[in-house]
């Protein structure tokens, strides 16, 4: 089913007004290729980390939908993102992972390209070219447009996307808790060596939406939280940290970005945490302070799972951490994620939430395999003809959100639903949609970059 108009979206596969979802968005494998180009070729997206290529030289290969890209930083320490494909033959220029190198060497006839994506060495240039091949013209593809957020790097394939800050609009408040230092300091962010990175058998929309606020799921982590590493685990941070806080819901239907969070009382006290590990203990509470004194309006926000649309995801507290839903088919996602810790933090609190986050997250960690479990059956129960007739159900909280929050005091960006009686809500994975459908079906982004007057509305 090839999605050709407004109406066929909006009216058929994505009735958001009234909750319903067509299941072929998850599993047609026209609709796949036609977001390949309407999604993915327009949207920013994120590509990695600067901490990953701190030196003239470094390298970091990463993904932009389905296309490879070579993240670098060239020798006068200027950072690109170039296709990873030869202009000679398409050949995969560079295989490795990460790495540091002068020189990018085409394994297939040996064209070598410069860190700054400009062809520089050409084999028989003298006698089969007879000199005649012009290497200014035949460089490596380079991203038209990139941001450095934070430390971030994001990037866009579309030279008239929106800068990446419009992109983000007033969901930026909230990206800021990922991205900012727990001390509230300016010392910045920096990622564990590596990247996570793993298969899932089910489309990349899965995991997007479950991240972009599912309170809904949690029957799926009761065996984790009884173990003691899950949410309501000791040794956490947030043991008692959310005590008296209301629960929202924010969704940027105009973006489609989203994320749920806790919003502390005005008058909370900052509470202990870790007190069996004095280091631990001491560090946090010396961030909690810190950020308190800075801004004690703000420090009420307690971050939650959210969403940056379309598929990179994020959890700004413990496991702290950015998830990337790289498509690789319709029935199958390349999962990639970096952790992220305060650069200045001690070592010992450095170690320790090494290995808390692989313990809750990623192929071996035990909170994330209780997820995968779902989606992987969802998708693939959701794929036969007879099953891709029914709609899926979104109505959850529908028309219960508010566009002008505010709580002590403390005015709130977005579209906020308080779940806090309710316990859970769909209105971000609505928003999600709705973005989603004006992207299938937008022409270009004279068209997608119409914000509607701030969040009025699901
Ligand atoms: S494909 Fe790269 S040099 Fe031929
Ligand atoms: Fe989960």
């Not at 006290?269 to 280091?279: F, V």
Request: overall charge negative; aromatic content about 14%.
């Amino acid at each position: 089913m090839v999605v050709t108009s407004r109406d066929e979206v909006t009216g058929k596969l994505v009735d958001v007004d009234h909750g319903l979802i067509s299941r072929e968005v998850f599993v047609s494998g026209d609709i796949y290729q036609q977001e390949q180009e309407q999604v993915f070729a327009r949207a920013w997206l994120f590509i990695g980390h600067e901490a990953q290529i701190p030196k003239p030289g470094d390298y970091f290969v990463s993904s932009m939908g389905e296309e490879s890209v070579i993240l670098c930083r060239d020798r006068e320490s200027e950072v690109h993102a170039f296709l990873n494909s030869c202009m000679h033959r398409g050949m995969k220029v560079c295989r490795y992972d990460e790495g540091n190198t002068p020189v990018f060497t085409c394994p297939y006839h040996g064209w070598s390209f410069a860190t700054d994506g400009k062809l520089v060495g050409v084999p028989y240039f003298k006698d089969a070219y007879h000199q005649e091949l012009d290497k200014s013209k035949w460089g490596l593809i380079e991203v038209p447009q990139m941001y450095n957020y934070k430390g971030g790097i994001w990037a866009t394939w579309d030279k008239s996307a929106p800068p990446f800050l419009d992109y983000i609009g007033g969901f930026k408040l909230y990206l800021d808790l990922l991205m900012d230092s727990w001390d509230g300091s300016d010392s910045g962010t920096e990622v564990f060596g590596g990247v996570e990175k793993w298969l899932v058998p089910s489309n990349w929309k899965f995991p997007a939406e479950n991240f972009i606020g599912d309170r809904y799921h949690n029957i799926s982590h009761r065996s984790v939280d009884m173990v003691g590493i899950g949410p309501s685990g000791t040794g956490r941070r947030d043991t008692n940290e959310r005590a008296g806080s209301r629960l929202l819901d924010v969704s940027f239907p105009e973006r489609g970005h989203g994320t749920v969070m806790a919003l502390r009382p005005g008058d909370a006290a900052i509470p202990n945490a870790y007190q069996d590990l004095p280091i631990l203990a001491e560090y946090f509470r010396h961030c909690e302070e810190e950020k308190k004194r800075k801004d004690a309006q703000l420090w009420r926000l307690l971050g939650g799972p959210g969403t940056v649309f379309p598929n990179m995801s994020y959890l700004p507290r413990q496991p702290r951490s950015i998830a990337v839903w790289h498509p690789r088919g319709v029935n199958q996602t390349e999962v990639w994620r970096w952790f992220l810790v305060d650069t200045k933090a001690p070592q010992e609190v450095k170690d320790y939430l090494r290995h808390y986050y692989i313990r809750y997250s990623g192929p071996g960690g035990l909170t994330e395999q209780d997820d995968m479990e779902n989606w992987n059956y969802a998708h693939s129960a959701s794929r036969g003809v007879i099953a891709r007739r029914y709609a899926y159900n979104y109505e959850m909280g529908l028309g219960y959100g508010t566009p002008n929050y505010e709580n002590d005091g403390l005015k709130l960006p977005g579209l906020i639903l308080d779940s806090t009686e309710a316990k859970a809500a769909e209105q971000n994975q609505r928003g999600f949609y709705r973005r989603w459908a004006e992207f299938m079906d937008a022409e270009d982004w004279g068209i997608l970059a119409n914000w509607r007057n701030g969040s009025g509305h699901e």
